[in-house]
């Protein structure tokens, strides 16, 4: 089965300090695609940053940005500059073999220091 | 500004009540998801819906059954509720297939059954 894999359950980082949340993931598809999403505390989960796998050039998104190891299967998300507003849970997922479907991590939640 | 709706933020329910929690998307989206999200499992799919009327089962069906009458609206039913289906359940809307589109969620619902 695809699996996804986040490893730290819970990571926390001074306000204004860098931070990379770690994501595995295990697929046998070719084409497939990446995803962090965020999830702050009781408000709706938003997408922050999206990988093609056949695209070599790591994704970014102002403050966001992604390490993409294909061979590795691994696709960690840095935050620079962590700011208050970042804390959150944080979720990885991959597609699958289904045209629909994702398949999501455990989720990393972040805690931000002031 | 794109909106997914849930019908209720916390519902209390008595075992064995029959259950239904109602989804709403503005952006005619074709695809329509119900998630159940736990502490330390992430996301888990429980139905999802690419067309009115149509609908497949995703990684754990049992216990649920869902509706798609209108494009807009996802229904999902507990047909007689257990203490174990207590859980936050996310619904989600999407364009086309998974690897191009994000998916927009709404704030979810805190279900407890007693």
């Known amino acids: 089965a695809q699996t996804v894999t986040q490893s730290q359950p819970e990571m926390s980082v001074q306000e204004a300090e860098t931070v990379t949340l770690s994501c595995t993931y295990d697929?046998?598809?070719?084409?497939?695609?990446l995803f962090w999403y965020k999830q702050p505390p009781s408000r709706q989960m938003i997408l922050v940053i999206r990988?093609?796998?056949?695209k070599q050039q790591n994704a970014t998104e102002n403050r966001f940005s992604v390490n993409f190891q294909k061979a590795a299967k691994s696709f960690s998300l840095k935050i620079s500059d962590s700011q208050l507003g970042d804390a959150a849970m944080y979720f990885c997922?991959?597609?699958?073999?289904?045209?629909?479907?994702?398949?999501w991590g455990a989720g990393t939640k972040l805690i931000i220091k002031p | 500004d794109v909106k997914v709706t849930q019908s209720s933020r916390y519902l209390v329910k008595r075992t064995g009540e029959k259950v239904f929690l109602e989804c709403v998307q503005d952006?005619?989206?074709?695809?329509m998801f119900w998630y159940r999200q736990d502490p330390g499992l992430g996301l888990r799919l429980i139905y999802f819906?690419?067309?009115?009327?149509?609908?497949e089962k995703g990684d754990i069906p049992e216990g649920y059954s869902v509706s798609r009458e209108k494009k807009e609206r996802f229904s999902l039913i507990l047909e007689s509720a257990s203490t174990n289906q207590t859980s936050m359940y996310l619904c989600?809307?999407?364009?086309?297939?998974?690897?191009?589109?994000?998916?927009?969620f709404g704030p979810g619902t805190r279900l407890t059954v007693l």
């Open positions: 989600a809307s999407s364009r086309g297939l998974a690897g191009d589109n994000e998916q927009f």
């Open positions: 952006m005619d989206h074709e695809n």
């Open positions: 819906s690419y067309d009115v009327k149509m609908k």
């Open positions: 697929t046998s598809e070719s084409d497939y695609y």
């Open positions: 990988q093609e796998a056949y």
């Open positions: 997922a991959s597609t699958g073999d289904s045209n629909y479907q994702l398949i």
